[in-house]
């Protein structure tokens, strides 16, 4: 009788585990059907694009950048892709934050000179920037309200390398300029106490 009992129960047992192995494998062969049945993910082409606001003038780092994943059909021709070098490569405009940068965005790679740094720098009248053009040649002055004092000629024939789009959020109107470390540090201590402002030059010293 003993014998008879166990050997039920061993049947017993072997049906239970049939059945779920069975219910096992029916559940698996379910979900990798509807996995093979599942669209794969649409294609995406990582690009470059901007982390944050930049302005026109600037030289993007690392912190600025951040990379996208974009659909091919709305990829911008001649985007940049990440691990891009771009150097000292200057923007020639201002770049609103997530926008994907394209090789368009930037000067041409001369706009810079070896030795030499794009200096951005504010102008309290508009209307002057209007009349000037990239590749223009200017004096920069520092004029005080005092009558007394001479404005001081602090730079002389910097070329002009970018002229940003003006910001209704801003006043007077921002130039970039090919220049020296010297001439920068010299222009950002005038410019805080003094007012900037630029005379077209044709010395092409």
Avoid: C
């Amino acid at each position: 009788m003993k014998i008879h009992s166990a050997l039920r129960d061993l049947i017993r047992a072997a049906r239970w585990h049939r059945r779920l192995l069975a219910g096992v494998a029916a559940a698996a062969a379910v979900y990798f059907g509807l996995l093979a049945l599942s669209p794969a993910p649409p294609p995406t082409v990582a690009v470059l694009a901007a982390a944050r606001d930049l302005t026109g003038g600037a030289v993007p780092t690392r912190d600025d950048l951040r990379t996208v994943d974009l659909p091919p059909g709305v990829v911008p021709t001649g985007a940049l892709k990440p691990g891009a070098d771009l150097g000292a490569r200057v923007l020639s405009g201002p770049v609103r934050s997530g926008e994907p940068l394209t090789d368009a965005r930037f000067l041409a790679p001369p706009a810079v000179p070896r030795g030499l740094l794009a200096y951005p720098f504010r102008i309290d009248d508009a209307d002057i920037s209007a009349l000037l053009r990239v590749g223009d040649k200017l004096n920069v002055y520092a004029a005080t309200s005092t009558t007394a004092d001479a404005a001081v000629l602090l730079a002389e024939a910097v070329p002009v390398i970018t002229l940003p789009a003006p910001s209704s959020a801003t006043s007077g109107a921002l130039i970039v300029i090919a220049t020296t470390p010297e001439i920068a540090g010299r222009l950002a201590q005038a410019g805080t106490s003094a007012r900037l402002t630029v005379a077209l030059t044709h010395d092409t010293s």
